[in-house]
């Protein structure tokens, strides 16, 4: 019986856009040759640093040759190993995942609990939604789309209509699900954003890339809306209402007097 062929870990998918597949359970790594910067998106768990390292090596590039890190978001299987590359490249994100980094905002990093240690870093770069970044060959819009957490990012390139997306949509238009500091309202909008862009194939963190981008799109904001519904009842169930009321009360308890009432009482 024949043995299937192992499946490259790197990949050009565009002339000077590799892939380096992901090593369970982290993401995939985005390698863009620019013209004269050479930019990783996103880095990986740091046990997967190793890796990562390999991949660039067997396209002649080394550890110093990455001049920017852009990171579509602040989960640790994305950010982790950005610590080995920050002596020597500038780390973009968006400002309110670099904070979250600065901050070592564990609750919504989760780096600690699922991953090795790493020293920490910081972002450079406070991205916002619409910076250009010009690689010469190849530009990157950067587009702020909360949902999965608040400082996603997707990164569009417009001369070739392709796509990053992050943890934001997989292909299929799979959902990567809502983490602290996520909102479902929030999730809606950016992929009804997303689905209004000229696409022909979005890469995404996780899973396979997508070749049929508005397909993908549409069935991702279609399921993203049925979410937002299933929850509004999931919360009318619970009796939401109460629960806010038992919190309020529990509040004001423990409010301490007014200056007025100190005053009051002193005299």
């Not at 910076?131 to 070739?160: A, F, K, Q, V």
Request: charge should be negative; include cysteine; proline fraction near 5%.
């Amino acid at each position: 019986m024949t043995t299937p062929a192992e499946k490259p870990k790197i990949v050009e998918l565009r002339p000077s856009i590799y892939q380096i597949r992901a090593e369970k359970p982290g993401s995939h790594v985005y390698l863009i040759k620019g013209s004269s910067k050479n930019v990783l998106i996103d880095t990986g768990m740091v046990a997967n640093f190793p890796y990562v390292r390999e991949r660039l090596a067997e396209v002649g590039l080394d550890i110093r040759d990455i001049h920017l890190i852009i990171l579509t978001h602040e989960h640790f299987d994305h950010i982790g190993a950005t610590a080995f590359f920050f002596d020597t490249a500038v780390v973009a994100a968006h400002r309110l995942a670099a904070n979250k980094i600065e901050m070592q905002d564990e609750f919504v990093m989760m780096g600690k609990y699922f991953d090795l240690p790493a020293k920490p870093f910081r972002a450079d770069i406070w991205l916002e939604g619409d910076t250009m970044i010009d690689l010469g060959n190849y530009r990157l819009r950067t587009l702020h789309t909360p949902g999965h957490c608040s400082g996603c990012i997707c990164l569009y390139e417009p001369d070739h209509n392709l796509l990053f997306t992050g943890d934001t949509v997989l292909a299929g238009g799979l959902l990567s699900g809502i983490f602290p500091s996520g909102s479902i309202s929030d999730y809606v909008n950016s992929l009804q954003r997303l689905s209004d862009l000229r696409t022909q194939e979005f890469y995404p963190g996780h899973g396979r890339i997508s070749t049929t981008p508005q397909e993908d799109l549409q069935k991702a904001v279609e399921d993203s809306r049925t979410l937002l519904q299933d929850s509004k009842v999931l919360f009318e169930a619970l009796n939401t209402k109460a629960s806010f009321l038992r919190l309020f009360s529990g509040v004001r308890k423990a409010r301490p007097p007014s200056h007025e009432n100190r005053g009051g009482e002193q005299g």
